[in-house]
């Protein structure tokens, strides 16, 4: 059986960093894209962070120069680097992995492509 499990979010007041981990299980990160998502309403998530298979990466606009993704040298654990954070950020934090991420608005595994997605972990910012 192949997982993620997301962990590190909490709350914090506005200007404060979190990182948040995704942890696979079953697996590791080698070949695979990773995706960090954010719910933004019910059934409806916005995809925050990609770190790509080639080591590239994308941020979503409203994230660039605050957030980054990174993963450890076992590929088991991808990172993703929350800094200078606003009361939007606020939500539940997914991330899936697959060969494909993609920004659909969609909440959950895609069979086919991005079949691995995990329970989230809540980020909530005030102030």
């Known amino acids: 059986l192949v997982t993620v499990a997301e962990s590190g979010g909490g709350s914090i007041q506005a200007g404060g960093s979190l990182r948040l981990s995704c942890t696979a299980s079953g697996f590791d990160f080698v070949g695979v894209d990773v995706g960090w998502y954010r719910q933004i309403r019910v059934n409806e998530c916005e995809l925050v962070a990609t770190?790509?298979?080639?080591?590239?990466?994308y941020y979503r606009g409203s994230v660039k120069g605050r957030f980054s993704v990174s993963t450890d040298s076992a590929k088991t654990t991808v990172f993703l680097h929350m800094n200078d954070l606003k009361p939007e950020d606020t939500g539940v934090y997914y991330c899936?992995?697959?060969?494909?991420?993609?920004?659909?608005?969609?909440?959950?595994?895609?069979?086919?492509?991005?079949?691995?997605w995990g329970q989230g972990t809540l980020v909530t910012v005030s102030g």
């Open positions: 770190l790509r298979d080639d080591s590239s990466t």
């Open positions: 899936g992995a697959g060969s494909t991420v993609p920004d659909d608005g969609y909440c959950g595994p895609r069979e086919g492509y991005l079949e691995v």
